[in-house]
């Protein structure tokens, strides 16, 4: 139990060019939803809190207008890195966390990870 | 405030040998839950365990040991007989109750050599 899958894995894209990242909850329903920004060799940095069917919650320093977050179902969450630039570049990890009361309450489950690479 | 350390930048074993990461939180709640979670060089977080503030009892699951000690704020985590699939980075995590955030560590990265 507790499978969160994310796609694509890696991608690699142009400066300018917009970036989609999905982040699944396979088998449990998630009302929040997590993502990350990781460098190498460093903890995870919170970027935004994703509850279903409401605006994300982004931390201190992170532009909301460029890292775009829908979680339009209680099991997809996406991640768009609108114009994106090789600062941009890194490796990108969603969560998941299931309803209160349910098995999955309390305990974030994290993707696979994406990493992308802005040329 | 919270606060998770985990002093231990870097760990090197070599195989079969026992080895304990350190995590040591700051919390004003008190009621919390305490995690680990392993993140191999593939980059996924693993879940490996979540404890209660008020569950104090000791936790084994197979090689893996956990000692958690409110009077010292610690929850420490022992591999026995590491392998070298246990090498990662391990990452202790608070997330106090009414709260979705977990606040981590700067993780433990360990290495096992054969």
């Known amino acids: 139990g507790a499978v969160v899958s994310q796609h694509p894995s890696r991608v690699i894209c142009k400066s300018g060019t917009s970036v989609k990242i999905e982040c699944r909850s396979l088998?449990?329903?998630?009302?929040?939803m997590f993502w990350y920004r990781q460098f190498p060799k460093q903890s995870l940095m919170l970027m935004a809190t994703?509850?279903?069917?409401?605006?994300?919650?982004?931390e201190q320093g992170v532009e909301k207008d460029k890292f775009l977050i829908n979680h339009a179902s209680l099991t997809l969450s996406t991640l768009t890195v609108t114009s994106a630039h090789p600062e941009d570049s890194s490796f990108y990890i969603c969560?998941?966390?299931?309803?209160?009361?349910?098995?999955?309450?309390?305990?974030?489950?994290f993707g696979p990870g994406t990493r992308l690479l802005v040329l | 405030a919270q606060k998770v350390t985990q002093a231990q930048t870097e760990i090197s074993v070599v195989e079969k040998e026992d080895v304990t990461l350190d995590c040591v939180y700051e919390t004003r709640d008190t009621t919390y839950y305490l995690f680990w979670y392993k993140q191999p060089p593939s980059g996924e977080l693993v879940f490996l365990i979540r404890r209660n503030s008020f569950d104090e009892q000791n936790e084994i699951s197979g090689r893996y040991s956990w000692n958690f000690q409110k009077s010292t704020s610690s929850f420490n985590f022992t591999i026995t007989a590491s392998q070298v699939v246990d090498s990662a980075v391990y990452f202790c995590?608070?997330?106090?109750?009414?709260?979705?955030?977990?606040?981590f560590g700067t993780g433990t990265r360990l290495l096992v050599s054969p």
């Open positions: 994703s509850n279903e069917g409401s605006k994300a919650t982004y």
């Open positions: 088998d449990f329903q998630a009302t929040t």
């Open positions: 995590a608070l997330k106090n109750t009414g709260f979705q955030k977990l606040v």
């Open positions: 969560s998941a966390m299931g309803l209160a009361g349910g098995n999955f309450k309390e305990t974030q489950y």
